[in-house]
């Protein structure tokens, strides 16, 4: 069994195929999906998804991309529409990116710490982008954590090796998306060499990021086959144990599911 911890569901191209991509993950072994939202505008069609769909569940939260159309969010907002369904297992995506920075970084600040009070509040886990900003991204978490308690999964991970021990040490879990497998991420995988087993979730972040042998392809949940094979080499363990590795890990962060 395997399980996307991240992918986009209402994206297209999957969107507009969405039966037949779920299928084909499912024959492929992925035996759940968690779909993550990144405007509140969109919410509406995860909540659709997860309806129509047994094995997919969902997240609410605003991409640090977004923020600048999201000023008034504020952890209340963020409470009330996880609690709108029971499938809506995670905070997020939210974070800091100063690659692009299509928002201010005060707004994608303000945002992210309401993202971080609704994770207090609900014991729910925050799943984090974080992308040209580790220094902010350790500084507004170890503060947070400092206040409550929270759950962190850091999602696609991308980043230095002393950027990753650093959030174990906060007690994050980290996820590898099919950035691992590409030739030039040589460090990155080292990184994951070296990160326990025990903290490591695997993702396709569909449909951007297809793993080697498809990059260039649009991503989709079927392919994190790939992905798989790749740490599990890397880690020196079985396809399977290496699946069933990361399946546990992500019970263990959100819970079991029906």
Do not use: W
Request: glycine share 4%; proline share 3%.
């Amino acid at each position: 069994m395997i399980i996307d911890s991240h992918c986009h569901l209402n994206y297209n191209p999957m969107f507009l195929s969405l039966k037949e991509t779920i299928a084909r993950a499912n024959k492929d072994g992925v035996r759940y999906l968690l779909t993550i939202s990144t405007e509140d505008k969109s919410f509406s069609k995860i909540l659709k998804i997860i309806s129509d769909y047994d094995c997919v569940y969902g997240t609410y939260g605003i991409h640090p991309h977004e923020a600048k159309n999201h000023i008034s969010i504020d952890s209340k907002k963020i409470v009330q529409n996880i609690k709108s369904n029971s499938k809506i297992i995670g905070i997020g995506e939210s974070g800091l990116d100063f690659f692009y920075n299509h928002s201010e970084k005060k707004d994608q600040l303000k945002c992210f710490e309401e993202h971080i009070n609704a994770a207090q509040e609900t014991q729910l886990p925050l799943i984090v982008h974080t992308r040209n900003a580790e220094n902010e991204t350790l500084s507004l978490l170890k503060k947070k954590k400092k206040e409550k308690d929270f759950k962190i999964l850091i999602h696609c991970f991308t980043g230095s090796k002393d950027f990753a021990f650093k959030l174990l040490d906060l007690g994050a879990f980290i996820s590898a998306s099919g950035v691992v497998t590409f030739k030039k991420s040589f460090d990155l995988a080292n990184t994951f060499k070296e990160i326990p087993n025990n903290k490591i979730l695997v993702e396709t972040d569909s449909p951007y990021l297809a793993p080697v042998p498809l990059r260039g392809k649009a991503n989709e949940p079927s392919y994190i086959i790939h992905t798989v094979k790749f740490l599990a080499d890397l880690k020196n363990v079985s396809f399977e144990d290496f699946s069933k590795i990361t399946s546990t890990n992500f019970f263990r962060l959100f819970g079991e599911l029906n």
